[in-house]
């Protein structure tokens, strides 16, 4: 019996072993969610700078800001950045460039009527501040009781986000009011989130 199990744990050991070396062969792929240079527990110094915007001439009577014509996209693809880049918004490991977020102040994909509608968030945010998530999808998800409500818009970007385990960061959205950003460590993409109180 004795044997038996001696056997079974070098094999094991041989299998871990493997394993992490052919992880460290594909450049730390499997842990990177696929994407070479993106997530891989990667989280960035900062969140993304404003977008540059064409600003309309100012007015007298300035009521409502200027809609893009656009029509409104069913989901959020980008084009890839880099070859292995993925096609949704992400941040580049190398530099920090936060990959997709351009639109602008003015993009109708993240109008909201009522901002701030539940509070603000306090729990913090950049880097200092990891959270797990603990449950939930992508309309209602929740970490140390903060609930959180994902942009329709992204709601392809968090089909491969784990909601009972994945780590977040929270940062501010500097272009859409009433929008924060939740960037996943492990897949390297972001997703505009909406607070949805305590």
Same mark, same amino acid.
């Given at each position: 019996m004795k044997k038996f199990t001696a056997v079974s744990v070098? !094999?094991?050991?041989?299998? /871990?072993?493997?394993? =992490?070396?052919?992880? =460290? =062969?594909?450049?730390?792929q499997a842990e990177r969610g696929g994407h070479a240079q993106v @997530?891989?527990?990667? /989280?960035?110094?900062?969140?993304? !700078?404003?977008?540059?915007? !064409? =600003?309309?001439p100012p007015t007298a009577h300035a009521a409502e800001p200027v809609r893009e014509s656009r029509p409104v996209a069913e989901e959020n693809h980008i084009a890839a950045d880099r070859q292995g880049h993925p096609g949704v918004p992400h941040v580049d490991a190398r530099n920090d460039r936060w990959v997709g977020h351009s639109s602008g102040a003015n993009d109708r994909n993240y109008h909201i009527n009522s901002s701030w509608e539940h509070g603000r968030f306090s729990g913090g945010f950049g880097r200092q501040h990891l959270f797990v998530l603990a449950g939930g999808n992508r309309e209602r998800f929740w970490f140390n009781n903060f609930y959180w409500g994902v942009a329709s818009y992204d709601y392809n970007i968090v089909e491969?986000?784990?909601?009972? @385990?994945d780590q977040v960061v929270i940062y501010e959205d500097p272009d859409h009011v009433g929008w924060y950003l939740a960037y996943n460590s492990r897949l390297g993409t972001y997703a505009h989130v909406e607070y949805l109180g305590e």
């Open positions: 070098l !094999a094991l050991s041989c299998g /871990i072993a493997f394993g =992490q070396n052919r992880n =460290q =062969q594909n450049g730390g @997530g891989g527990g990667h /989280i960035p110094s900062r969140g993304p !700078a404003p977008a540059r915007a !064409a =600003q309309a491969d986000w784990n909601w009972t @385990g």
